[in-house]
């Protein structure tokens, strides 16, 4: 199940996360902050990651949004220039990191502005977080 919106709030859209039934109000609060540049691109990847990992709780961690399964992290920020991921282990991005050595600007932290996720493709995304948040 994907996140689905729950009715709109000043525009936009609220939404309810995994199974909860709910939106935590921090992670709504965090969602509902993001700019309408920048909005677009973190409502893809968010639903891409609900899309291959639906059990997924969102919860905020570490001031931003992060995607929990087991014991693995996912987290997703919106930066000035776009959004950002950090958190798999060595070796769990499903190669996004090797395949895209110029968006990664640190170990475990992939930036990706809204041109460059243009030519990024929504499988690549899902490989990425299918591969973060498997044990």
Known sequence: MCA?????VSGRPRWRFGHQ???DDAVQAYIDAIT???RPLFDRI???IMEVKPEAE??????????????CRFYLAVWKH???FYGWGDGRDGGFAARHPDLTSSKGTIKLRPLDAAAI???EIRALARAALTE
């Open 36 to 38: 309408s540049e920048h």
């Open 82 to 84: 776009g959004v950002s």
């Open 58 to 71: 969102v919860v905020i961690s570490c001031q931003m949004p992060t995607y929990k399964v087991g014991r």
């Open 4 to 8: 689905i919106p729950l009715g709109v």
């Open 46 to 48: 968010h639903g891409l």
């Open 21 to 23: 039934g709910k939106v």
């Open 121 to 123: 493709t929504d499988d």
